[in-house]
């Protein structure tokens, strides 16, 4: 059974402090996604990361995978409260073709506080 | 249309009432998927259409629930002799994704529809 798992559930940190989220997952896949709910929202594409070693960057938050530990990072730098937030991680459901979907973590649920 | 249009946005019910969902996906997308997002418990998988193929229904928790896509668009999920349990957000989401596809997999999410059985 693919497992996605996230860590911490749930992160209260205050503004201008750094933090990373982790994210392990049971699949070969080389791919990862990372999206962003904000409360009563759709989720949000924030990054996919392609390959073994790839970085993404926007703003305070960077997204890095490592294939080989199968593990994933979203750290964040300086953190200011529009970041609130809870983030995903998911995998593809799939590794070689057929039906396609992604199993997403359970998500963090990131308070940033003044 | 430009994103992902989910209807009703909140849904409060009684126990044993058949309920509705609708998704009308982005135009173009060939791929379009249900979730089930319950409070703590993250993003469960439930349907999945691509094109005219059969539909991946290997997420769907019981046989009171059955998903539609009508001329490969509009896609309605229908949940019978509603439970308690089946309280939860539940969101549609479309994709580019070809069948057999190898890239990259972005989902586009609606902003759900929120079910409440009393």
């Known amino acids: 059974e693919l497992k996605v798992e996230q860590n911490p559930l749930f992160l209260s940190m205050q503004e201008g402090k750094n933090y990373t989220i982790y994210c392990n997952y049971s699949?070969?896949?080389?791919?990862l996604y990372w999206y962003r709910q904000d409360p009563g929202k759709s989720l949000e594409s924030l990054f996919v990361?392609?390959?073994?070693?790839a970085v993404k960057q926007e703003g305070r938050l960077m997204a890095s995978l490592d294939t080989k530990a199968r593990l994933s990072t979203l750290h964040i730098t300086a953190a200011v409260h529009d970041l609130s937030a809870t983030y995903f991680c998911a995998v593809d459901m799939y590794s070689g073709g057929g039906a396609d979907g992604l199993t997403f973590g359970k998500g963090t649920h990131l308070i940033i506080q003044p | 249309g430009a994103g992902v249009s989910q209807s009703p946005s909140n849904k409060v019910t009684e126990k044993g009432k058949d309920v509705e969902l609708r998704c009308d996906p982005i135009?173009?997308?060939?791929?379009l998927y249900w979730y089930r997002q319950s409070l703590g418990q993250g993003l469960e998988f439930l349907i999945y259409?691509?094109?005219?193929?059969?539909?991946?229904k290997s997420g769907l928790p019981s046989d009171r629930f059955s998903a539609e896509r009508t001329g490969g668009s509009v896609s309605t999920l229908t949940i019978q002799r509603t439970q308690q349990e089946d309280s939860a957000v539940y969101l549609c989401a479309s994709s580019h994704r070809l069948a057999g596809g190898s890239g990259a997999n972005v989902l586009t999410f609606g902003a759900g529809s929120r079910l409440t059985v009393l």
């Open positions: 990361l392609l390959s073994n070693g």
């Open positions: 135009s173009g997308h060939t791929a």
């Open positions: 699949t070969t896949s080389d791919r």
């Open positions: 259409f691509q094109g005219n193929s059969a539909p991946d």
